[in-house]
Each structure stands twice: as structure tokens, then as C-alpha cells.
């Protein structure tokens, strides 16, 4: 079966470091995000991908970055961690391109940055 | 900018009862509407959406929701809960006709089932 899969489930780093988070998914999707989810904000727009080499800043991408080399991929990368950026992070991906359409959410990460 | 408005963070309800979760939107046309369900440590999970068409739209787990043009709402109800609905709601939007792809989430809704 098709699904989205995110690595690590949890991590724990300290502040300064740089941070990937994985995201992979195996439906073909064209379009990939990358939210935070924080206590009383709900989801929070990080970045986002409609196809390989595109991406978009969301209305949180200061200190993150994606890069897109294939369908399937969007990492996150945290360029110098910080401990705001502790939270749970999630990945999602939808079908057609440039439309609005169903997002499919992978299980999450939770990250900690001491 | 397109908001969502959640009004209760926080819902409890007794096994067999009704539930209604509110959701209001600002968007100057007819919006898709989502709602998911996260359980905890999970990920989010479609319950149902609106496109077009009837205004009244089936889900999974036996939930329903309600597109009211006239009131920019979109609640989400279900006539007998159960305790396994315990969880977090969220409703969420997407701009008719945009080539950005992107939803516009709520804050959430936390429902707490007795039993």
C-alpha cells in the first residue's frame, strides 16, 4: 500500500546543531508540506513543494530549509537548532499540482532540542 | 489571508451522547473544507471534506458535516459518541481555484469522552 512515511519518530539534539527530518512517500504525489505542530497553534506551515526543484516558504520557515531532488522526498533541515524548534513535526503530501486538494499526513516527528 | 476558528479548545462529552465541533471560516468565496482526526502520537487522518454538491457531507467513523454558505461554518457532528472518538479535531481549508495547494488548519478541538 501506498503510504507516508517520517524518520526519525523522535530525536533529541542540542542547540547549534543542524537536524534532518525525513519524509517519504510512495503515492506519487506531486505537491509535499511540512508542518509544526505546537500546543494552542495547531498546524503551522513551514515549507512547501509542488514538484521536483520547487519550494516555497510557509509562514514559519525562518531557520528551515527543504531541498526537492525527487518526487518522493522533501527533507527538512533544521540549518542551526534552536530550542524553539522543539515540537512535533509532520509531513504531508497531496496529488494534483498546484491545486487545493486531500493532504495525507505521515505519523510525525518529535523533536527535542536541549 | 484565509483564517480558521475553532472556538472550543476543549469539548467533553459522555459515551451515547451528541457531539457537534464548531468550525468558521473567513474566505470571500466557497472554500474546500476538510475535517481530520489525530489521535495521540499519531498523525492526521481524514474524516471527511467538501467540494461541491450537497452541503451535507458523510464520513468515516460515523461523523457528519454541515456546509452553511450563509453562516461560513462547518461543523462536524456525530449523533452517539463513542470512546474511542476521544481525540483531536481539526478543521481546515483550502482556497477554491488556487494553484498554491496548500490548508489553512484550525487550532483544534481536544474531545474528552466519559464513560
Known amino acids: 500500500d501506498a503510504e507516508i512515511t517520517q524518520s526519525p519518530r523522535h530525536k533529541i539534539t542540542e542547540t547549534g546543531r543542524q537536524v534532518t527530518l525525513a519524509c517519504h512517500q510512495t503515492?506519487?504525489?506531486?505537491?509535499m508540506f511540512w508542518y509544526r505542530q505546537d500546543l494552542g497553534h495547531g498546524l503551522r506551515l513551514i515549507h512547501y513543494?509542488?514538484?521536483?526543484?520547487?519550494?516555497n516558504k510557509g509562514e514559519v520557515s525562518d531557520g528551515y530549509s527543504v531541498s526537492r531532488s525527487n518526487t518522493e522526498d522533501l527533507p527538512l533541515t533544521l540549518e542551526s537548532a534552536a530550542s524553539s524548534q522543539t515540537s512535533v513535526y509532520f509531513c504531508?503530501?497531496?496529488?494534483?499540482?498546484?491545486?487545493?486538494?486531500?493532504?495525507?499526513f505521515g505519523p510525525g516527528t518529535r523533536l527535542t532540542v536541549l | 489571508a484565509q483564517s480558521v476558528t475553532q472556538p472550543d479548545i476543549h469539548i467533553t462529552v459522555s459515551e451515547g451522547a451528541s457531539l457537534e465541533l464548531r468550525c468558521n471560516y473567513s474566505?470571500?468565496?466557497?472554500?474546500?473544507l476538510f475535517w481530520y482526526v489525530q489521535s495521540p502520537g499519531q498523525g492526521l487522518q481524514l474524516l471527511l471534506k467538501?467540494?461541491?454538491?450537497?452541503?451535507l457531507v458523510q464520513g468515516i467513523k460515523g461523523f457528519e458535516a454541515e456546509f452553511k454558505r450563509s453562516q461560513s461554518s462547518f461543523n462536524l457532528r456525530k449523533p452517539s459518541v463513542h470512546w474511542s472518538d476521544a481525540a483531536e479535531y481539526f478543521c481546515?481549508?483550502?482556497?477554491?481555484?488556487?494553484?498554491?495547494?496548500?490548508?489553512?488548519f484550525g487550532r483544534g478541538t481536544q474531545l474528552t469522552v466519559w464513560p
Open positions: 513543494s509542488y514538484g521536483v526543484q520547487d519550494t
Open positions: 467538501y467540494f461541491s454538491g450537497d452541503t
Open positions: 504531508a503530501s497531496s496529488n494534483i499540482a498546484g491545486s487545493t486538494d486531500t493532504q495525507y
Open positions: 481546515a481549508v483550502g482556497v477554491r481555484g488556487s494553484t498554491l495547494g496548500r490548508l489553512y
Open positions: 503515492w506519487n504525489h506531486n505537491n
Open positions: 474566505y470571500g468565496a466557497t472554500p474546500y
